[in-house]
């Protein structure tokens, strides 16, 4: 607990099964926030996550990144984090998805 408070993190014990015990808070000055050109797009949202402060945990940290989210069948969900100014590798898997609404979905997303 005094270790993960030194940092600046909060810390809250859990009965929950893997449940982590120290985390950031919503306040942190690590990590990204949101950007204000959140998009609906035809299978989801689009959205630009960009670097909070110069604080980084990593090094080599990209900002902005694009977070797309494509909700592809009532039970499955993709998710997508990719550097809009740098082309890099990807997995060239092809997933065939009908397409659902948030509203068809057993899952709700939040940004």
């Known amino acids: 607990q005094e270790v993960c408070e030194a ?3 909060s810390w809250c014990p859990s009965e929950v099964a893997n449940a982590p015990w120290c985390f950031f ?3 942190t000055p690590y990590g990204y926030a949101l950007g204000s050109d959140t998009e609906t797009t035809a299978k989801g949202w689009r959205a630009t996550l960009n670097k909070r402060q110069s604080l980084s ?3 080599n940290d990209i900002s902005p990144v694009v977070l797309e989210v494509e909700f592809q069948t009532k039970d499955r969900l993709r998710f997508r984090l990719y550097d809009p100014n ?4 990807e997995v060239p898997l092809k997933i065939d998805s009908p397409g659902v609404t948030a509203e068809e979905a057993n899952y709700e997303v939040e940004l």
Not at 86 to 89: E, G, H, L
């Open 86 to 89: 740098k082309k890099r590798f």
């Open 57 to 59: 945990l990593f090094g």
């Open 7 to 9: 940092r600046g993190c």
């Open 25 to 27: 808070p919503e306040d």
